[in-house]
């Protein structure tokens, strides 16, 4: 089995959200949209694909040239050659796009073995608690626009089943923002409406210093919260160091955009940077090297919690030993029905119960359930 082609496709859909100029989503009115779904096929037929999987010109004039005529179930091989190249087409080879030929490859195996990704990779559970997890604060009246609109919402995730529930708060260009005073007051006011019961966590603005960020963490510490993530620079390791040997119960969380996939991880593991280490298949090159990051971890007794939704992180969570505890759900707003499936899709990718645990998919691959006739009519090119 060889790889005959690598080609991103992409055809319309619609959309109910939209990035601020900061690039954080926020609701918007349905408007039309252009998903991408990248498709690596083999000699004999075989296919894997993923969805949102990068950039058109990077797949055809970059990734191809390099891995056509590979065996896809060398996905080691071509993780590491695709790695190896990053370091001079690092503008183009991004890890997100060499995540995308990873999970692309991983479907594929997925599907001509005809068994889910998680159990190739050895399974561990069936289904995961997830936790709601918020957009960023918003200007919207009735989202997520006050401190009493976050214990709202809350309440109505606490109804829904969810057990644990995350806020983003205000960041830049939102007016007033950030505020290390009114992100407490969020963290505050949703304590106060769901009770002790709920897990709570907090993602605020990712640039605080580190006595903002010890602020929050010791006022987070009151309202018993479980983690907070993100509040610093990511790059500063040594602020980090500094922020959880200050912190007694409140565990810090990361890295979870830094740079360096498995190795930055390790870095902050032996440098005790935080309680808990992080990544998601973008995060850190695709699922290959999450898988990496997770053993790594499991071998310092560390746990970790991945970060994102779709099917490669819920994979991972899937066929990891050592807490993970919980799927990141949403991003999720008042305004938003997150329960619709997307017209190009035929089932959720992570549908969840009443108790709020997320099933992973019995289809072979990944789980894409894709809507073929869908992305058929509303293909724009190449046409098939
Ligand atoms: O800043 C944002 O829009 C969110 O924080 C986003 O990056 C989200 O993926 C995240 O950090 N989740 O934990
Ligand atoms: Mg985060």
Redesign the pocket.
Known sequence: MKIADVVVESFHSTSRTASDEHG??HPAPEHPSTQSLLKIVTDDGATGYCLGGGRREVMAQVVKPMILGEDPFYRERIWQHLNEAQRIRRDTLTDRAIAAVDMALWDLAGRALNQPVYKLLGAYRDKVPAYA?TM?GDDMPGGLSTPEEYAEFAVACKKRGYTAFKL?TW?PPMPGAPDPKRDVAACRAVREAVGDDMVLML?PYHYYNREQSLYIGRELEKLNYYWM??SMDEHSMSSYVWLTEQLQSLHIVGP?TAEGKMWARAEWIVSHASDVSRGGTGDVGGLTPLMKTIHLCESHGVRLEV??GGPGNLTALCAMGIPGEYF?RG?LHPFIDYELIPPYLNALIDPMDDQGNVHISQQPGLGWDFNWDYIRDNTITPKE
Do not use: I, R
Request: glycine content about 14%; charged content about 35%; some cysteine.
């Open positions: 954080h989503g997890s960023c983003h960041q993602d993530e993100e979870e970060h994102g990141e991003l």
